[in-house]
C-alpha cells in the first residue's frame, strides 16, 4: 500500500505531466506567469535535468511563495528561482521551474 495519496486516474509516475495531471484533478491549470493574480493561487513544480518533479512550491498571498525543504521546516521565498538551480542559495538546488499552475480561489 502506498503512504502518500495520489489522485485516482492519475499515472502514479514520477514525470511532469502525471504532477501536473494531479494538480489538474484538484482544479488546476497551467499558466505562463508566477506573478501574484487576485482571484487564484498559484503552484510551482521543479523539474531537474531528466523533467523528473523534485519539488513544489505554493504562493502565498503576499506573492511570496512557501516551500517544504526535504525535512526541513517550511521557508517562504520571495521568487521561484530562490529554491530553483539558478538561485542564489546553493543548498536549495531543486532544478528549474518545471510547470506553474494556478485554480481559482475558493
Given at each position: 500500500?502506498?503512504?502518500?495519496?495520489?489522485?485516482?486516474?492519475?499515472?502514479?509516475?514520477?514525470?511532469?505531466?502525471?504532477?501536473v495531471?494531479?494538480?489538474a484533478?484538484?482544479?488546476y491549470?497551467?499558466?505562463?506567469?508566477?506573478?501574484?493574480?487576485?482571484?487564484?493561487?498559484?503552484?510551482?513544480?521543479?523539474?531537474d535535468?531528466?523533467?523528473?518533479p523534485?519539488?513544489?512550491?505554493?504562493?502565498l498571498?503576499?506573492?511570496?511563495?512557501?516551500?517544504?525543504?526535504?525535512?526541513?521546516?517550511?521557508?517562504?521565498?520571495?521568487?521561484?528561482?530562490?529554491?530553483?538551480?539558478?538561485?542564489?542559495?546553493?543548498?536549495?538546488?531543486?532544478?528549474?521551474?518545471?510547470?506553474?499552475?494556478?485554480?481559482?480561489?475558493r
Open positions: 500500500m502506498n503512504q502518500y495519496y495520489w489522485p485516482p486516474g492519475v499515472p502514479r509516475v514520477e514525470s511532469l505531466d502525471a504532477f495531471a494531479a494538480y484533478s484538484l482544479g491549470e497551467l499558466c505562463a506567469s508566477a506573478e501574484l493574480e487576485d482571484g487564484f493561487e498559484r503552484v510551482i513544480v521543479y523539474v535535468g531528466a523533467n523528473r523534485t519539488h513544489a512550491a505554493r504562493q498571498s503576499t506573492g511570496w511563495w512557501t516551500s517544504k525543504l526535504g525535512s526541513q521546516e517550511d521557508v517562504e521565498h520571495s521568487e521561484p528561482e530562490d529554491v530553483s538551480a539558478l538561485g542564489p542559495n546553493p543548498i536549495y538546488h531543486y532544478g528549474v521551474v518545471g510547470a506553474i499552475l494556478r485554480r481559482k480561489l
